[in-house]
């Protein structure tokens, strides 16, 4: 989504007294982001030109143009000021009837910028939780709000201000794969005390059919479940996907084997030879240094040869704006952790791609955050639905991304694709959210 692509030669002029980097930043989003249009802001009544469009951002009418009544949120920096709900899902849509309309540019800024998260509550894991937000205690976490604004501001000025579908950027739906490998191999690559506390863990809870299959694989008389990539070049049909790899050290919740096997190399290597997008998945333990997650990447970059501008967190652990701080020091230009491991729907009620806006430090930067939708564990492992009610229930999250053009961006594992540990057949879920 580069800053100044596909721009018309339409202008609409912003008539505001004040101005500051969330004012520009949020028409930079609506306007150039998303509708691809050019805009202007203009202080000075006199300067407006009555021959093109005009947006009033101030609380007095000035008689003509589009009158949207600014709520201070764009002018306040104050981030412990008390957000009120009419920013935060903005139930007074813009209709024709009206002679003024409420802050849709504050409402979008507000969810985009994260700024519930700031400051917020942690869940056991110490990031910020669906039940602390305000879009899942008031069932709107299903719904894209700032898509549903844009489309509807878009074809307001279609149909009273004599702009034309065309004067717009094409936004298309797609369905796009992401695929976290969180560990490469189920059994192989582990050391001997690894390998050992492995079978004596499942040996003392009797589960002898596990035993039986590490052993098989171990011996090279099965194919490590795990290592499922032919049949994920099989579902993919030839769309290129997204991988995040794992190359920490091992932890409490850093599984993968080093990423100095063999065999763990040649797989990385082989999906980017195959025009797949490689991106680093920090370890949950880097999330606190800095160093840990630049070692991380230098790993990777040395095992597939070029340089890594995405990734996702581990366990989906960010604090903002201390997270995304760092992956913007290390040069990563793309983030793909915007969404819950627990519930599917909008985190930031979008899911197109937006650039990060940093509230400490009240400007924005040039990390692009991609959100995705829905994610396999959130559906299995907490939802707890079957195959088919995960079909069912997700195919309403696809079918508004297809009805608003949006990216349908969806979140798999390695591991899920195993047929192994409960993941028996989820493939058809797999195959059903990458058909276009």
């Given at each position: ?48 030109n009555k021959n093109h469009p005009i947006v009033n951002y101030n609380t007095d009418s000035i008689g003509y143009g589009i009158h949207i009544i600014p709520n201070g949120l764009l002018f306040n920096i104050d981030r412990k000021a008390i957000i009120n709900d009419e920013i935060k899902f903005n139930l007074n849509p813009i209709e024709p009837s009206k002679d003024s309309y409420s802050d849709i540019f504050s409402s979008i800024f507000y969810h ?325």
């Open positions: 989504m580069p800053k100044n692509a596909n721009i018309s030669k339409v202008l609409i002029q912003i008539h505001s007294i004040l101005n500051s980097n969330r004012l520009e930043y949020i028409f930079n989003y609506v306007f150039k982001w998303r509708m691809g249009i050019d805009f202007v802001i203009v202080s000075d009544i006199s300067n407006l985009l910028s994260r700024y519930e998260e700031y400051d917020a509550p942690k869940d056991n894991l110490g990031r910020f939780s669906h039940k602390s937000s305000c879009l899942f205690a008031n069932n709107f976490i299903e719904r894209p709000l700032v898509d549903e604004w844009v489309n509807d501001f878009k074809n307001y000025l279609i149909q009273f201000h004599n702009f034309k579908t065309q004067d717009f950027k094409v936004e298309e739906y797609s369905s796009q794969a992401s695929i976290d490998i969180d560990s490469v191999f189920s059994y192989k690559g582990r050391n001997i005390f690894r390998t050992i506390a492995a079978f004596s863990k499942d040996g003392l809870k009797l589960n002898f059919k596990e035993v039986l299959y590490r052993a098989r694989v171990l011996l090279n008389l099965k194919k490590d479940p795990n290592d499922n990539f032919d049949l994920q070049k099989q579902l993919l049909n030839q769309k290129p996907a997204y991988y995040f790899v794992q190359v920490g050290k091992y932890g409490r919740l850093d599984k993968n084997i080093s990423p100095d096997n063999t065999g763990f190399q040649n797989i990385i290597k082989e999906l980017n030879n195959n025009g797949h997008q490689i991106g680093l998945h920090p370890s949950f333990a880097s999330n606190s240094s800095k160093e840990i997650i630049q070692t991380e990447k230098s790993k990777l970059e040395s095992i597939i040869g070029k340089k890594v501008l995405h990734s996702r967190q581990h366990y989906l652990k960010f604090e903002l704006p201390k997270t995304y701080q760092t992956l913007i020091d290390i040069g990563i230009e793309h983030d793909y952790s915007m969404g819950y491991s627990e519930i599917a729907g909008f985190r930031a009620a979008t899911a197109y791609p937006f650039y990060w806006y940093n509230l400490e430090s009240e400007n924005f930067t040039k990390l692009l955050i991609h959100p995705f939708v829905v994610m396999d564990v959130a559906y299995k492992n907490f939802q707890t639905m079957t195959i088919d009610e995960t079909i069912s229930s997700s195919k309403k999250l696809k079918d508004i991304c297809k009805v608003l053009n949006l990216p349908f961006v969806f979140v798999f594992h390695n591991e899920s694709l195993s047929n192994h540990r409960g993941w028996e057949n989820w493939d058809k879920v797999f195959s059903f959210w990458n058909h276009e």
